[in-house]
């Protein structure tokens, strides 16, 4: 069994700064790319940024200069510093980990809970 946990939403004022923190564990061999996703009320989920294992990132173009990922590969982890939030940031957040588990010979997607960002005054 392969567990993806999310962690660190809230509510921020405009303008404000959150860190959300994401762990996979359980049954895993390798872990190829990691990576965030958002779902706001009516709309598609869509990509806010991804990162590989050997460190190279992707962000979707309204988060460039504000949203970091990065990873941590010892701890299965993998972060994204969320800073100068708007009000259309607001979404529940997603963690993908496209791994292969263990008995696998090919990846999967997996994805946590979700756990949700508002930004608002």
């Known amino acids: 069994q392969v567990h993806v946990v999310e962690s660190g939403g809230g509510l921020v004022q405009p303008g404000g700064s959150l860190r959300l923190s994401c762990a996979a564990s359980?049954?895993?061999?390798?872990?190829?790319?990691m990576g965030w996703y958002r779902e706001a009320p009516g709309k598609q989920r869509e990509l806010v940024a991804t990162?590989?294992?050997?460190?190279?990132?992707n962000y979707e173009d309204s988060v460039k200069g504000r949203f970091t990922i990065s990873r941590d590969n010892a701890k299965n982890t993998v972060y994204l510093q969320m800073n100068s939030l708007k009000p259309e940031d607001t979404a529940a957040y997603y963690c993908n980990a496209y791994l292969v588990a263990l008995g696998d010979t090919v990846p999967y997607d997996y994805w946590g809970q979700g756990t949700q960002v508002t930004v608002s005054s």
């Open positions: 990162i590989t294992n050997g460190g190279s990132t």
């Open positions: 359980g049954s895993i061999f390798s872990i190829w790319t």
